[in-house]
Structure formats: structure tokens, C-alpha cells
């Protein structure tokens, strides 16, 4: 984790840390495909971050901060953003190595999305790569995490991970990964 910090004192190091990285789940304008507003298309604005509280609950429910995590926190407001949250409605199947790092990712898209093993709307496939199919009635949203982003993430050690983890959830939802989006 954090060199020099243990405990409690680690814990409210990374929080402070990252109080710089906020988004607002619910960040949509209502506009046209024309741009104008109100309209009742969904726009969502580009996730560029996440917020404390939603980082704390993450951090609490999977035990640390690391690249996984934020991969699938990332993946999970993304697709909240297009595709909207109702998690009875929404099933979403992870495709990658079906161990940890890689699926660390999982509880990222948990947290965020409200599918959950429990529920039985998510799955955690043996798959090259790391990438997710999300659903949501005729709309299917599929993510993939760039190659280079992969990579990166899995170089990680103990005394960058939180670090790395940290840029990761700075980036947009375009820089990390390929999207995809369909219609049944």
C-alpha cells in the first residue's frame, strides 16, 4: 500500500489523496441529436472521474485501491451513463482471466452498476484481455480495455498501485477503453 502508513493513517492518506476526483453520476444534459436542449434524448458527458464517497465505498467493500478496481468502477459509471441504472434490469458478463488482478475488476462494476453475483446478473468468463458486455433491455454496450492500458495496469507494484489506480480513474472512458455500442 502506501510506504510509511498503516492502518487508519493509510486509509485517510489515500482519501485526502484523491479528494481532487469528482463526477456526478447522474451528469447528463437533455438534448437532441442536433444538440439543442429538452429533448429527451440521454446525453451522457464524459466520466473523466469518481467521487469520494463512491471511491470509499469501493475501497471498503474490495479491501484496496488498486488498477483493477478502478478499471471496473470506470466501466461501471460509463455504462450507468449510457444505459441508465436499474440493476434488476441490467446483466453484464466480464470476459478475462478469471483471477485476481484481473478479476478485481469485477467488483468495480458491482459497485458501480448494481448487477452483483448475489442477484445473478453478472458473470466472470475465462477470456483473453479484460472486457465487458453490459445490457439493458434492446441496448448492449461492450467495453474492452485498451492494450496498452492492460499492460500498464498489470506492471503495477505495492508502492505504485494506488498511484496508478489514481490516474486511472482521471482518465475518460475513451482513453482506457474500445467501445462498443448495439442495438438488439
Known amino acids: 500500500m502506501v ?3 498503516s492502518g487508519k493513517a493509510q486509509r485517510t492518506y489515500v482519501l485526502t489523496t484523491i479528494m481532487k476526483v469528482k463526477v456526478n453520476i447522474s451528469n447528463f444534459t437533455m438534448c437532441s441529436s442536433s444538440g439543442k436542449e429538452g ?7 464524459p466520466v473523466k472521474s469518481v ?8 475501497v471498503s ?10 478499471l471496473g468502477l470506470k466501466a461501471g459509471l460509463y455504462a450507468v ?18 483471477r485476481p488482478p484481473r478479476s478485481c475488476f469485477v467488483d468495480g462494476v458491482q459497485i ?8 445473478g446478473n453478472i458473470a466472470l468468463k475465462d477470456g483473453e484481455g479484460l472486457s465487458i458486455l453490459i445490457s439493458r433491455r434492446e441496448k448492449r454496450l461492450l467495453l474492452k480495455v485498451k492494450a496498452d492500458v492492460l499492460r500498464a495496469a498489470e506492471e503495477v507494484t505495492s508502492k505504485n498501485m494506488e498511484r496508478i489506480a489514481l490516474s486511472i480513474l482521471e482518465r475518460s472512458a475513451q482513453d482506457l477503453f474500445e467501445i462498443e455500442e448495439a442495438t438488439e
Open 3 to 5: 510506504e510509511g502508513f
Open 39 to 45: 429533448d429527451n434524448v440521454r446525453t451522457p458527458k
Open 81 to 98: 451513463e449510457v444505459l441508465g441504472k436499474e440493476p434488476f434490469e441490467t446483466k453484464a458478463v466480464v470476459r478475462t482471466e478469471p
Open 61 to 70: 467493500f474490495h479491501g484496496h485501491l488498486g488498477p483493477f478496481l478502478a
Open 112 to 119: 458501480t452498476t448494481g448487477c452483483t453475483m448475489g442477484k
Open 51 to 58: 467521487s469520494e464517497d463512491l471511491l470509499e465505498v469501493a
